[in-house]
């Protein structure tokens, strides 16, 4: 079946940092594929989306290439600042199904001032 | 636009008993989705309804877990018996038509089994 298989974590870096979360995915058909977010107390939400090969979605920052060759959707921002300590749950979806969301296992990340 | 409401937000039993969650979607969403979250772990889909069929039940544990969507608005899901191993945040999630499966998630229930 399908899947979606994180960066393990947690992951721990300074303000202003670089950050990269990789994702690859396992899917039969062609999925949307998803970067939802949990800040803490809160639930989640979806941060950012795409829905075809080389579509990039984007949101406060961060960036995502869905990339059909390498099956991978990895996040990225240029500079991580204290409020984007969270969880992040890279997920796909079958476009031509029921649509449910496959979640990976989630990354903490931690920013430091 | 009100969102997505859960209640209870946080439940402890023992094991056995019965407990029973409820889910409110937001307006005019016609799937409604439950997950449950266990710690260190993503979502994991148990039961998708559109309107008040089920699409997909496939990963429920249908010998203790049932849910229903009367009327194809809110919906409640109910574990009898509970075991340790139901200890997890069951998260409730609805949709709109031709989204391409962005969910929209209320703040969840945690649940801890004794």
């Known amino acids: 079946g399908d899947s979606v298989t994180q960066m393990e974590g947690p992951v721990t870096l300074s303000e202003e940092a670089f950050l990269t979360i990789n994702c690859t995915y396992t899917a039969t058909g062609y999925p949307s594929l998803f970067w939802y977010v949990q800040y803490p107390g809160e639930g989640l939400q979806l941060l950012l989306k795409?829905?075809?090969?080389?579509d990039k979605g984007s949101n406060k920052g961060f960036e995502a290439t869905y990339r059909k060759e390498t099956t991978s959707f990895h996040l990225e921002k240029g500079s991580v600042q204290v409020s984007d300590s969270a969880v992040y749950f890279c997920a796909l979806s079958d476009r031509q199904g029921a649509q449910k969301l496959v979640f990976g296992q989630g990354t903490r990340l931690t920013i430091n001032p | 636009e009100a969102g997505v409401a859960q209640s209870p937000r946080y439940k402890i039993i023992e094991k056995r008993q019965s407990v029973a969650f409820w889910c409110n979607p937001i307006?005019?969403?016609?799937?409604l989705y439950w997950y449950q979250q266990i710690l260190g772990q993503g979502p994991k889909l148990l039961i998708q309804f559109q309107n008040n069929g089920v699409v997909d039940d496939s990963q429920l544990p249908k010998d203790r877990f049932s849910a229903e969507r009367l009327k194809g608005v809110d919906s409640t899901l109910k574990i009898q018996p509970a075991k340790l191993e139901d200890s997890a945040v069951y998260l409730c999630?609805?949709?709109?038509?031709?989204?391409?499966?962005?969910?929209?998630f209320g703040p969840g229930t945690r649940l801890t089994v004794l």
């Open positions: 999630a609805s949709s709109s038509p031709g989204t391409r499966g962005e969910q929209f």
């Open positions: 795409a829905t075809k090969a080389d």
């Open positions: 307006s005019g969403h016609a799937t």
